[in-house]
């Protein structure tokens, strides 16, 4: 059963950092482009980091220099470290697998910035 488990959200205060976690299971994210999007209330769902099959990462402009993605095969998991987090940060943020034939999304995590 292919499925993608966010974990990590949570309330933090502006300036703060946290890091999310995306658990896969049924396929092999190392196969696959693994990206991380969000959604403001309100908002359309927008990218934030992705890291491609073959390890290169792409940031959003918003994202960069405070966001890191990476990946542990191992653990088959997709990790988004945010620092230096802003109260515009606020949204869900979802997992999203992009593989040959298919795309799985994760259920989201909720991250709220806000002193």
């Known amino acids: 059963q292919v499925q993608l488990v966010e974990s990590g959200g949570g309330l933090v205060q502006p300036g703060g950092s946290l890091r999310l976690s995306c658990a896969a299971s049924g396929f092999t994210i190392s196969n696959c482009a693994m990206t991380w999007y969000r959604q403001a209330p309100g908002k359309e769902r927008e990218l934030v980091a992705g890291i491609n099959s073959d390890g290169s990462t792409n940031y959003a402009d918003s994202t960069k220099g405070r966001f890191t993605i990476s990946r542990d095969k191992r653990k088959n998991t997709v990790y988004l470290q945010m620092n230096s987090l802003k109260t515009e940060d606020t949204a869900v943020y979802y997992c999203?697998?992009?593989?040959?034939?298919?795309?799985?999304w994760g259920q989201g995590t909720q991250v709220t910035v806000s002193s």
């Open positions: 999203n697998a992009r593989c040959v034939h298919e795309a799985y």
